[in-house]
Antibody, heavy 120, light 108 residues
Framework: QVQLVQSGAEVKKPGTSVKVSCKAS????????MHWVRQAPGQGLEWMGWINPNSGGTNYAQKFQGRVTMTRDTSISTAFMEVSRLTSDDTAVYYC?????????????WGQGTMVTVSS | SYELTQPPSVSVSPGQTARITCSGD??????AYWYQQKPGQAPVMVIY???ERPSGIPERFSGSSSGTTVTLTISGVQAEDEADYYC???????????FGGGTKLTVL
């Protein structure tokens, strides 16, 4: 079945970087853009951007431009999202999400989420 | 990018009808999507393209659209429907994905 499996929880110090992975299975990885969405504790969903796994092209939300890098490795059907210069405001659950195409435009595939805690 | 506005909370008794609205200027031109999120879980899509319900989602969930507002309606609310609900659309200028602030549905 279709699955997005993310890497485990991370604890990072302010000013450092974190890289989260999202491994896709059950569908053709290059057929669907991979999006990243984060959710701070008790807050709503915040879209961060997407990567086209086929070309490697990216589109980041303005808020994250210059601080977020999305990459992919097609040989292992895995997308990566790195956030640099971390602050406490980056403490959040980070999700990868994609569209299977079954329901046009909808994010019907989600990873389980990766908790990133930024603390000194 | 633009904003999607949702009420922070909605409360209903079991068996009643819950209506959650989402407002935004581009909604007449862009489809809206609705997601349900329960504590500690990833979001689950419950409505796509304003009014379509995916397989596996109960019939009591429905969506509608009028002008700059889309509405998620849950008829005959059950205790298991207590969750946060988010609307989502697209800002074609980016293109960017936009989420509403979320609505907490409480079943009294």
């Amino acid at each position: 079945q279709v699955q997005l499996v993310q890497s485990g929880a991370e604890v990072k110090k302010p000013g450092t970087s974190v890289k989260v992975s999202c491994k896709a299975s059950g569908y053709t990885f290059t057929d669907s853009y991979m999006h990243w969405v984060r959710q701070a504790p008790g807050q709503g969903l915040e879209w961060m951007g997407w990567i086209n796994p086929n070309s490697g092209g990216t589109n980041y939300a303005q808020k994250f431009q210059g601080r977020v890098t999305m990459t992919r490795d097609t040989s292992i059907s895995t997308a990566f999202m790195e956030v640099s210069r971390l602050t406490s405001d980056d403490t959040a659950v980070y999700y990868c999400a994609a569209r299977s195409g079954t329901y046009p435009g909808a994010f019907d595939m989600w990873g389980q989420g990766t908790m990133v805690t930024v603390s000194s | 990018s633009y904003e999607l506005t949702q009420p922070p909370s909605v409360s209903v008794s079991p068996g009643q009808t819950a209506r959650i609205t989402c407002s935004g200027d581009p909604l007449p031109k862009q489809f809206a999507y609705w997601y349900q999120q329960k504590p500690g879980q990833a979001p689950v899509m419950v409505i796509y393209k304003d009014t379509e319900r995916p397989s596996g989602i109960p019939e009591r969930f429905s969506g509608s659209s009028s002008g700059t507002t889309v509405t998620l309606t849950i008829s005959g609310v059950q205790a298991e429907d207590e969750a946060d609900y988010y609307c989502q659309s697209v800002d074609s200028s980016g293109p960017y994905v936009v989420f509403g602030g979320g609505t907490k549905l409480t079943v009294l």
